[in-house]
DNA sequence: CACTGGTTTCAGTATTTTCCGAAACCTCGA
DNA sequence: TCGAGGTTTCGGAAAATACTGAAACCAGTG
């Protein structure tokens, strides 16, 4: 039954491979994804070398992206004691996954964008002609909806599990 | 006072090339993404030489990613009778625009992904050792809460703008 | 049927992003 | 202060992506 380690090995493999893909989709470098989900499955936290060694990659692009994990908040890096290399884990509680790449893509996506529109609709608050009228109206509109998914975002981040998953059952019941 | 108009076309521009950049930002290509915000903002429907020449992209360029926005929903060509040319127009409603690219979304972001999860899952239904359990834990896991994140995204494209705007309400108060 | 105005495709080029590999850099213990 | 083990940085190579320009194509009209 060594046979069974064989399997969950490709298995793993499988997992790693198509969520580097899946990364690569939503604009997140296809290493960052392969590194999330290598340590989302690695039963113990793993050592830059150890993760160099998984996934066929350089040192420099293994600590860019280990680096960049960490200050999306997804891993974090833990000391063994009398160890003197640093190991990495990723929190595998999907839920938290959830809010953590939800406040940061709020923060990349929805922010900077809040930011233009408001610029935008300041800038032609004023306008008399039909037509500064209607863009002026249309920016307006944009940014109360963004600022609107932006609490949202804010606040469905904020949740604990079990409100959510109630909620979400209400929304869908 | 033609003055306003100068201004209007500025904050229009500005417009147009933030959006730009915002669209790269989220895995949109720069060109499509200013068509896009061309568009939304344009009094009248545009010829695809209009666009060339308010982007000053190539034609190539320019039909391609009028294509594209076509395809995602964002917008749609409208024939001027007695013309022959093609005019694109954009969907001017903030929440169509909204449910259209959350679908979109969904299609190219979280259906693969239940895809890959729900076989890794799978894969390793049956497995005994520690391990294994372990890991199809973690899948299983993340596959109900994808499925979940799916059916949500489903519902609330499918809502009206009224009752997401009351249930948004009732959420944020 | 051939001309005109318009659309679509695509090979090659430019730009952007990602990655490697190696050197520079820390830090602790001897 | 030196050396070993480990981390960080970075210039340039490689890969992926976007864009151009021009040719092929298509549909009405004279």
């Known amino acids: 039954m060594n046979d069974e380690a064989t399997r969950l090995q490709e298995a ?3 997992f790693v491979a198509h969520w580097g893909a899946l990364g690569t989709q939503w604009g997140i470098n296809r290493t960052m994804a392969q590194i999330h989900a290598l340590l989302m ?3 113990a936290p793993m050592s830059t070398d150890e993760v160099m060694e998984a996934l066929s990659v350089s040192r420099g692009n293994a600590h860019t992206n280990l680096k ?6 997804l891993i974090r890096s833990v000391v063994k004691k009398g160890e003197r290399r640093e190991y990495f884990e990723a929190d595998k509680d999907v839920w938290n996954i959830f809010t953590t790449v939800a406040k940061e893509r709020k923060r990349r996506e929805i922010e900077p964008a809040l930011g233009v529109l408001h610029q935008c609709a300041a800038e032609t608050k004023e306008m008399e002609t039909p037509a500064g009228k209607q863009f002026h109206e249309q ?3 944009l940014e109360e909806f963004v600022g609107f998914a932006s609490k949202v975002a804010d606040k469905v981040a904020g949740m604990k599990h ?3 998953v109630q909620l979400a059952a209400k929304l869908l019941g």
Chains 1, 2 share one sequence.
């Not at 960049?68 to 908040?73: D, P, Q, R, S, V």
Request: aromatic share 12%; net charge negative.
């Open 162 to 164: 079990g409100f959510a």
């Open 41 to 43: 499955t690695a039963p």
């Open 139 to 141: 920016m307006r509109q």
């Open 68 to 73: 960049e994990l960490i200050a999306w908040g």
């Open 12 to 14: 793993r493999d499988e």
